[in-house]
Nanobody, 120 residues
Framework: QVRLVESGGGSVQAGGSLRLSCAAS????????MGWYRQAPGNQRELVAA???????TYADSVKGRFTISRDNAKNTVYLQMDVLKPDDTAVYYC??????????????WGPGTQVTVSS
């Protein structure tokens, strides 16, 4: 069983920065892609950024140039550096990991979410 624990959310004024962290623990073979999603009230959950095990990254158009995703494979941890935050970034941010519990099978794992609030 895999557990994801997020930290780093909070409240900030527009233009500010926050850094989210998500650490995976438990019993698994390896972790493939890791990423961050967010969900604002009344909206669907959307991909913010993702990073493969090899370090390739993907970003939503709305955060390109402002957010940076990275990971530390030795610590099974993914980070999201969020700069130049806007009120539209306000949402619950969820960590996601594609976990291989055995070499031939991958399952998705989700963190409980962390609130990010950006005031104008």
């Amino acid at each position: 069983q895999v557990r994801l624990v997020e930290s780093g959310g909070g409240s900030v004024q527009a233009g500010g920065s926050l850094r989210l962290s998500c650490a995976a623990s438990g019993s698994f073979f390896t972790i493939n892609d890791m990423g961050w999603y967010r969900q604002a009230p009344g909206n669907q959950r959307e991909l913010v950024a993702a990073v493969t095990g090899g370090g390739s990254t993907t970003y939503a158009d709305s955060v390109k140039g402002r957010f940076t995703i990275s990971r530390d494979n030795a610590k099974n941890t993914v980070y999201l550096q969020m700069d130049v935050l806007k009120p539209d970034d306000t949402a619950v941010y969820y960590c996601n990991a594609q976990v291989a519990t055995v070499p031939w099978s991958t399952v998705p794992a989700w963190g409980p979410g962390t609130q990010v609030t950006v005031s104008s």
